[in-house]
Nanobody, 117 residues
Framework: QVQLVESGGGLVQAGGSLRLSCAASKNIFSINRMGWYRQAPGKQREMVAAISITLGGRADYADSVKGRFIISRDNAKNTVYLQMNSLKPEDTAVYYC?????????WGQGTQVTVAS
């Protein structure tokens, strides 16, 4: 079982930046992959960015955030971050942390990000 605790959401003006954090309850090296998903009202949940913990830290991004968002990890803190720059109103959503380990898939409680135009 992996528990995920997100923080860092909030309200920001378009063009601004936010950094989301996701702290895992177990050693990050026992997790295969961690990532961030988002869900806007009336839309399906979508992958934003993900990082492989076991495959050399390879990162994947949704096309809509490439060049603006950066996913990174701090192994000592068992934490994954999402640095979001040049935010747009269409980035407004609830952002969820996700983790996959050999036993299953886990989700955080979500954190609201609102980008005002």
């Amino acid at each position: 079982q992996v528990q995920l605790v997100e923080s860092g959401g909030g309200l920001v003006q378009a063009g601004g930046s936010l950094r989301l954090s996701c702290a895992a309850s177990k050693n990050i090296f026992s997790i295969n992959r961690m990532g961030w998903y988002r869900q806007a009202p009336g839309k399906q949940r979508e992958m934003v960015a993900a990082i492989s913990i076991t495959l050399g830290g390879r990162a994947d991004y949704a096309d809509s955030v490439k060049g603006r968002f950066i996913i990174s990890r701090d192994n000592a803190k068992n934490t994954v971050y999402l640095q979001m720059n040049s935010l747009k109103p269409e980035d407004t959503a609830v952002y969820y942390c996700n983790a996959i380990d050999p036993r299953g898939e886990y989700w955080g409680q979500g954190t609201q990000v609102t980008v005002a135009s």
